[in-house]
């Protein structure tokens, strides 16, 4: 038995509803964890593991200049899904 036959996989069903592939662009926020800075805990939670997330360099660039370069990439895509990548969008401490 095939994962394709128990469950509907989100790219299959993306690629069902508008007729082609949708390209997922993950963005690195920049921010950090509540779990991870020591406000709330220490060294992340139960799903944290660092090192399988997107690349740290891009937290240099803008949210504009990463959708620019990764569309740059993959130029044959019409359609893309931006979304941030776990571990870079949690948390943003704000100042007023």
Do not use: P, W
């Not at 390209?23 to 921010?31: E, N």
């Not at 944290?48 to 660039?61: I, W």
Request: a positive charge.
């Amino acid at each position: 038995m095939q994962l394709n036959d128990v469950v509907t996989m989100f790219g299959v069903d993306l690629q069902r509803r508008y007729g082609e592939k949708i390209h997922k662009i993950s963005l690195h926020g920049g921010f950090s964890c509540h779990n991870r800075d020591g406000s709330l805990g220490r060294g992340g939670c139960t799903f944290c593991n660092v090192a399988s997330f997107s690349d740290e360099q891009q937290q240099q660039f803008s949210i504009q200049q990463q959708i620019a370069q990764k569309v740059k990439k993959i130029h044959r895509a019409q359609r893309y899904l931006a979304y941030f990548q776990a571990y870079t969008n949690t948390y943003l401490k704000f100042q007023f």
